[in-house]
């Protein structure tokens, strides 16, 4: 059907409609709704004043679960456990597999407290801490990740946090094993079978029956990230995502199915996706065309693809892979492919990305799964300030201060004339009190 | 005379209402008022959209400085240097002093790239890369700190950043030579003589002469604070501070004017200020307000000082210091001192604070200007989940994957069976393809 023609955009680095091409494809703002905004401010407030009750009666409302006191809606670790061993072994095998080596390479994260003693006997230094309490969010039915349990619970345990709380949306009461069994394997202390803004607010505020957390992270649809930014600042929150995105840069020599499938497998997130193929060989981009439409009939997924490819999909010309590089730092991808025989070289000309897949073996798919690193990365070009989620993000620091008679003599001295050069007097005479 | 006494709240650790009134009075919440909000998104989207036309006319409108174009509002980095020049020798001593200080701590900070190799070859790790661009903001007028732009400008500077951007506005062309002297000291780029939400708009959307920036710090007032949180996204920004706030932890030994001095210290800054003294001798408690109350008089500031005091300040009984740990940790302090004579001790019950100054001589003063470590801190309790400002926010992270083709068909198997766990087939296949 010529309805289902995968025709992403063509763009020609260096012609004269460019750069806004390029620009016009990028744009991506959510849309903040005012009703939106309307009906989670609602949720919110009256969950922070009422607590379990509103939490009862949202849920009921919105996901259909009836539960007679908030005790009912969790589930503790013997039942995470029971999802745990349910499991084929195949499915078992393959979470454990993943959830190790994400385990093992955060740890590599660790942060560790360092100070140094000056002359005078001061010392300076910064102390890592675990913060007290984490939230994480898990959407419900469909879009209910496994994977996204170990990559957002893992990190947390590592840091030392004493607590992860995960909170899931059971719409009618359907349970995702998967999901509960990855929960046992990342070290999440209980399961609350919440959602929605709601879930949210309880755990920002607190209620009698769920902890307030310090911190809230995890994906969720319109009303859960809104709620999100509501209650930033009461807690911390990660970032807010945009769709998913994959950028892919070859010189033309990789399989052109192995490209086609790679940007396959980011294109069937959702419609909103975006999958770039930016190469030097103009045939290869058409031969990545037609791998694409050859595959598309395919795919499970095949409509959300086509609407994925059609309207954000691109394949770019550029005359050599420094101009790709230069492509590549504007859109700061998510995700980013060197699909080249040397991607050691190609890698020094990047400056921003959320996650780098080196060589034509890398498939992205397998940083989404079992690689190691996280899959929770800044999207929509915010790549050029932001990291992928880890260990630091469940640790915090402290700055240590501790002079000697002798170093708060001569620093009170500097300080005294500072702080009378701005005008804050108290500041200046606090720091003469310790002058000898 | 009576209505010029300090009164802070009397709170005792363990009375039936301790814990409701440590509640109130540590409750602040930034009101977002709708008014504001309108104002900064019209002008947000007018320079967004008109560039430097909008900007000049809105510098024009409220900072009464009229510029025929945006060439004119640029100090270059001659006319810093020739502040730096023009201050007087004990002045530009002291700023070298801290300016050095704080260049030296936060070098500890800069993160190195790591990597690791598995045995079938495949290499893991992460890399750390500068920003490229930062824009800091400068308040006008009163508030304009010298030292806070070496808190904010030499992190950034230390992280490899390539271009730190000033804004400051200067109501009526009033220049602070001492800012411009700091902004030569620390490393920046170019000054605009610009402010408001505007001066934000233009860093973040960049117009005709302003390049945008990456990531945006730096106080200012609610207009700023305001147009901050709705260009985040577009860029990073660092945390909406809230006001300051100082806690005294002390054994009781410590001279009481030092920390009626140092509680002050805060206190001048702003009328919701909040200063607060914990001891676990009452006597002491009264002899720091009797401190407060005589040197009161002698201060520059002792009308916002009374303000703060009244209104938000307070002396805490507790039992022991366990018990006043736990207070701390409640609290979340921006600035803790312990003025205790064994420090360490006392330190190791403390999980949450943004910093800790340590010892009798460690006036929280000296952290303001030249300890070394930021002042940039947490405040409003969020020293929970957030640190102070740092090296690592002008650093971003980036994953590196890079799989061996025996390490790619061996991680292929298993994110297959999770992709098709997940009902993700294209993830599924995209991996299978890299399978031997």
């Known amino acids: 059907m010529a309805s289902e023609m995968l025709q992403p955009s063509r763009l020609v680095y260096g012609s ?15 849309v903040s709704d005012a009703n939106v905004q309307q009906v989670v401010t609602d949720i919110v407030e009256r969950v922070r004043n009422e607590g379990d009750s509103a939490l009862l009666e949202f849920t009921r409302k919105f996901d259909h679960l009836t539960a007679t006191s908030a005790e009912e809606l969790i589930l503790n670790k013997e039942r995470l ?19 190790a080596r994400i385990r093992s ?3 590599k994260q660790l942060q560790q407290d360092w100070s140094f003693q000056e002359e005078d006997g001061t010392v300076l230094g910064q102390r890592f801490t675990p913060l007290d309490r984490v939230g994480l969010y898990v959407p419900g039915g469909q879009a209910a990740y496994p994977s996204s349990v170990l990559m957002n619970a893992i990190p947390a345990n590592v840091a030392g946090v004493q607590e992860v709380v995960m909170v899931v949306p059971t719409p009618g009461g359907e349970l995702n094993e998967l999901v509960l069994a990855a929960a046992a394997l990342a070290g999440v202390e209980r399961v609350l079978t919440i959602g929605g803004a709601q879930a949210i607010a309880a755990l ?57 499938m790679d940007l396959f497998s980011q294109a069937e997130h959702d419609e909103d996706a975006q999958a770039i193929l930016i190469s030097p060989d103009l045939e290869f981009l058409d031969q990545v065309q037609e791998s694409m439409n050859r595959l598309l009939p395919t795919m499970e997924r095949k409509g959300i693809i086509t609407t994925s490819v059609n309207d954000r999909g691109a394949l770019i010309h550029v005359p050599d892979m420094k101009a790709g590089a230069e492509v590549v730092n504007r859109i700061a991808p998510e995700h980013l492919e060197l699909s080249v025989e040397e991607p050691e070289e190609l890698l020094s000309l990047i400056r921003h990305a959320g996650a780098i897949f080196m060589g034509r073996y890398t498939a992205e798919a397998l940083g989404d799964y079992c690689a190691g690193p996280n899959h929770v990365l800044p999207t929509s070009g915010t790549a050029r300030f932001s990291s992928p989620l880890g260990v630091y993000d469940f640790q915090k620091k402290t700055s240590l201060i501790h002079f000697s008679e002798a170093g708060a003599s001569k620093a009170g001295q500097v300080a005294s004339v500072l702080a009378r050069g701005e005008g804050l007097t108290a500041h200046a005479r606090s720091a003469e009190y310790r002058i000898k």
């Open 16 to 30: 004269e409609t460019f750069k806004q091409q390029l620009d016009t494809l990028l744009a991506w703002e959510s």
């Open 105 to 107: 390479y955060h740890e």
């Open 204 to 260: 920002a505020y607190g209620t009698e029956s769920v902890p307030a957390v310090d911190k809230i992270v995890g994906p969720g649809n319109i009303y859960v990230a809104t709620a999100k930014r509501m209650v930033f600042g009461q807690v911390g929150i990660d970032m807010i995502a945009g769709p998913s995105e994959i950028l892919v840069i070859s010189d033309g020599k990789t399989d052109p199915d192995w490209i086609a």
């Open 81 to 99: 456990q029971q999802a745990l061993v349910s499991l084929s072994d195949e499915q078992r095998n393959a979470l454990e597999i993943a959830a």
